[in-house]
């Protein structure tokens, strides 16, 4: 209901009642709606009231002697505010003007003060208020940003109205006694225990209720605003052991404002173990403001230190907010969050806010914190049921709660959560690591990162040394925390505070013998300026650091597929049966990913800079090559070891450097691409397989690709990119078959790939060629390929640009294994008016495109072909190429089988198969299944069987002539009654009868 409406009702309702109006905490927003009381307070930063009853009647102005009968509702007046706050005032176009005392908030260290205020608000059409929370919840609105006291002893009171120039306030305070207040704040108090409810007339007004109190709707969650400033730290501790699980922090709001009190706030919360959740109160009414909201809702998060899965809540209430476009505004806002990295989103509104469906359906309901409120809200009543059961999130169903002993202070928005939206448990996660520990002469360095949510409300950081082998701590560092973005930008994101996390400290051991000593360090966070009291720890493995030695790491690069690691390593200790070896470390873990002994080597060099005073100084270098297959050296370092007893570390080194060049990308021989150049990258050691893949950028697919073998490139090897790992075998060049796929005009690229799958999936590495424009060259299809007695009935059209007067075309036959060609037949051309009509007339030939030829197939192979339509132009060829196509089939039937008294077999029946192209030979064999062997076989010649050609075998091949009738098989004495006889008819390559065979075995038959 907007404002002027607000107005006409409260002038009515002062006409009909000749009353003055208390008005609720907050700004309350009343509504009749089906007998149910609802109301919605604005939420943070709104005006504060503070309202005493008054009757003007004899009786009342004798009452107003008593100091008992005054009940005083203390909430906040957004005019009371910082010129912060102010300033979101002044976005808004609000104008408050003031003729009063100015209301001093009751503030623990101000308990002697009370407020004595007198004021008139005149507000333009829209509320004078940045924020509104609940507004949409209304029909009617008695009031709005007015603050009406009404004093004891007084008569009505006077307002006057004056035009406004800025935010500022005008006003005089006056302060009552201290007894006064104590009076105030004992009655308030006691009419929050006893569920005073403040009435206008006979107007019923919302319970107000102590937090924790059973009857009511369970309150599970708080949120707050500047406007709740006077918590304190043992208010937040106090609504924690009230059930209180969760309190969300107003951030932001508009493009500009920043809640002063958010930092502390969210501190206070933390410290009390409560979830910490935010809400941006929104403005924006179009997808640009939106953006920009988000973004500054984003940057106030980072500012904030808040982790990037912090739950976040766009207030959807606000009349600047109405669009038809609201849900693309919002979405738009959460786009902003989502590329800063916060993509926890949910959404709060009113039941009655105009586009309520709209910015719902970007989050759903189960992530939408739904405002209503009813007189009573009754532990598992009506309304937490309906709003349980719509499948909302939450309900915010009070804005008129309390912390018990501190009524007087104000009220709270209390809320019941529905399926973990505003209770997800605190996550107290940590990671860190120490990147590198460095001991010179006296002085050690540590350097990694370290970050904890507890860190939130344990401040002081440190790094401990601590002496394993002692059992003592050694020394300890306090540091501030430093900005680091690998770790803002790693899984660690999430926890509190991570992209400052960073130290890099330093310790004198001067004094201290370390020497074959176990250390570890620690780095911890605590609550004590001393690093003890409450803390947490990430404790380091065990080093033995050795103050005695010296050495450096002179070359460590890469030569082809391996390390070459060169420098030298002094020490005084006895190394007399110490194996001396090279580690590689991987920075990130502290693993040992390879171990190489080694020799030492002379370096003189050494002696005579200075370090001959050193027991191996003359003979103390390292020139060792290392093998990388398999090894992950984006970050590690190099660790040169005698035994355990002496050790020096290199400082860290990054190896991830790509390079490629694709020489040449073309069409080949209709839809051959030949691909040649070369891909050379650092991270192949851990993705060994190579694979070119053909994109298709028009299509938005993958055609085709292949493996390859790198081929040898010493000119890459000799160029820039030598220094990445197998430079100098980083070449490729193949042809890539594309099939039978639509590529004219079309855009392809190639991507050299390395991968550690051998589908070259998984991790990988890729290098995008250039881009490759196909030009315009042929189509067509096989509308049909079947067999036809003993030939190939291949029928279909083949449409192309570059035929000429002189080009041949014809069909060949491809054994798609081998790909050799197994029969070409050349052919005419034939009409084809229907492929001119289907979307190819732009081809040369589309009319006369048709093949329909009888391709001979006796003596080939057709297992396994392709068929590829030809033309050939002055020595060039375009063609088509059908699907793969497997004639396999092995069909036939056994009409009559008998032995007559001579014991002979007659068999009669038919034998089709496809296979028998290439195995001419028909035999009959007869088997005996019991004895387990072959009684007598003979060859025959195939016979007509029209019948076979129009059945379901008519496809396979020569089924019109695939007879046998009366075969007759001399079994002579071989014959056994009662034995078990198998015929077996077959085809095979061998006039005898075996060689490559394909049979069919009839069902066995007793004698």
Known sequence: ??????????????????????????????????????????????????????????????????????????????????????????????????????????????????????QTVETKTEP????????????????????????????????????????????????????????????????????????????????????????????????????????????????????????????????????????????YARNAGLNVMVYHYAMFDNTSAGYAEGQHAANTMQNFGLSKDTLIFADMEDSSTYSVNAQANLNSFWNALSVAGFTNHAVYTGGSYLYRDAVIATVGRDRTWIAQYPYTPVRGGHYEQQWHNAGYGAWQFASTAYIPGREYMGPLDVSIDFNGLLTAPVKNREA???????????????????????????????????????????????????????????????????????????????????????????????????????????????????????????????????????????????????????????????????TVNYSAVA?????????????????????????????????????????????????????????????????????????????????????????????DKTAGRELARVSYTALNRNDVANSFAGGIYQAGKSGFDTVI???????????????????????????????????????????????????????????????????????????EVIDTKTGRVLRSVAYTPDLRPDVAKNGYASYKNATTSGFDVYIPVAGLDISNITLVANYTTSGYTTKITSNNRNFERNDGYLDRFYVDGNNVAHVSGWHAADKATTRPYAFIIIYDQTAKKELGRAQYTVSARQDVLNSYAGGTYNAGKSGFNNVAIELGKNIIKGHDLQVITRYTDDPRGNGNYLDIWFPSVRI
């Open 128 to 267: 004078t208020e940045t924020e509104t929370k609940k507004q949409e919840n209304v029909e009617t609105q008695l009031t709005d940003k007015a603050q009406t006291t009404v004093q004891t002893g007084a008569q009505d009171t006077q307002t006057t109205t004056q035009p406004a120039t800025s935010n500022e306030v005008t006003a005089t305070q006056a302060t009552a006694t201290e007894n006064t207040l104590a009076v105030q704040k004992a009655d308030f108090t006691q009419n929050v225990a006893n569920n005073v409810a403040v009435s206008f007339a006979a107007v019923p007004t919302p319970d107000h209720f102590n937090i924790g109190d059973s009857s009511y709707t369970r309150a599970d969650a708080i949120d707050v605003s500047s406007y709740q400033d006077w918590l304190t730290q043992d208010d937040f501790n106090k609504l924690k052991q009230l059930g209180i699980k969760t309190a969300i922090v107003k951030v932001t709001q508009g493009t500009g404002y920043v809640n002063p009190a958010a930092s502390k706030q969210i501190e």
């Open 737 to 811: 078959s594309l099939g039978n796929a639509d590529i004219t005009e079309h855009e392809l690229q190639v991507v050299a790939r390395y991968s550690d799958a051998t589908s070259g999936e998984g991790n990988r590495i890729d290098a995008w060629s250039r881009p490759l424009v196909v030009a315009k060259r042929d189509t067509g299809f096989f509308d049909e390929v079947r067999l036809v007695n003993d030939k190939l009935h291949v029928r279909g059209w083949h449409a192309s640009d570059r035929v000429s007067a002189n080009t041949v075309a014809n069909i």
């Open 1 to 118: 209901m907007d404002y002027r409406r607000k107005k006409r009702a409260l002038s009515h309702y002062r006409k009909a009642n000749k009353k003055h109006f208390l008005l609720a905490s907050g700004v309350t927003m009343m509504a009749f709606s089906t007998g149910m009381y609802t109301t919605q307070v604005a939420k943070a930063d709104q005006t504060a009231t503070t309202t005493q009853v008054q009757q003007q009647t004899a009786e009342t102005t004798q009452a107003t002697t008593e100091a008992k009968t005054d009940l005083t509702l203390t909430t906040e007046n957004s005019s009371q505010k910082t010129a912060t706050e102010n300033e979101v005032q002044a976005e808004t176009g609000a104008v408050v003007t003031t003729e009063a005392t100015e209301n001093t908030q009751l503030q623990d260290t101000e308990e002697n003060k009370i407020t004595d205020t007198t």
């Open 432 to 594: 860190g690591y120490f990147d590198e520990i460095t001991l010179n002469g006296n002085d050690l360095s540590i350097r990694g990162w370290h970050t904890a949510d507890l860190s939130a409300s344990r401040g002081h950081a440190y790094v401990i040394v601590y002496d394993k082998t002692a059992g003592k701590e050694l020394r300890r560092v306090a540091y501030t925390p430093t900005y680091r973005q690998d770790v803002a930008n790693s899984y660690a994101k999430n926890i509190y505070n991570a992209a400052n996390s960073g130290f890099n400290v330093n310790f004198s051991l001067a004094g201290i013998d370390i020497s074959g000593h176990e250390l570890q360090f620690i780095a911890r966070y605590s609550d004590a300026a001393n690093g003890e009291g409450n803390h947490t720890d990430m404790w380091s493995k065990g080093y033995i650091l050795l103050k005695n030695e010296v050495g450096n790491f002179d070359e460590v690069k890469i030569v082809g597929d391996q390390l070459h690691v060169r420098g030298w390593h002094a020490t005084d200790r006895d190394l007399n049966g110490v194996t001396s070896n090279l580690q590689l470390i991987d920075n990130r873990t502290g693993r040992v990913l390879r």
């Open 603 to 695: 370096r003189p060099d050494v002696v005579k800079n200075g370090y001959a005073s050193y027991k191996n100084a003359a003979n103390s270098g390292f020139d060792v090559y290392i093998p990388l297959s398999g090894v992950d050296i984006t970050n590690i370092k190099v660790i040169a070891n005698y035994g355990s007893i002496a050790t020096l570390s290199s400082r860290e080194y990054h190896f991830a450097r790509e390079a490629d060049y694709f020489d040449d990308i073309s069409i080949r021989n209709g839809n051959q691409l030949h691909v040649s150049g070369w891909h050379a990258a650092d991270k192949a050691t851990t993705r060994p397989y190579t694979f070119l893949i053909v994109f």
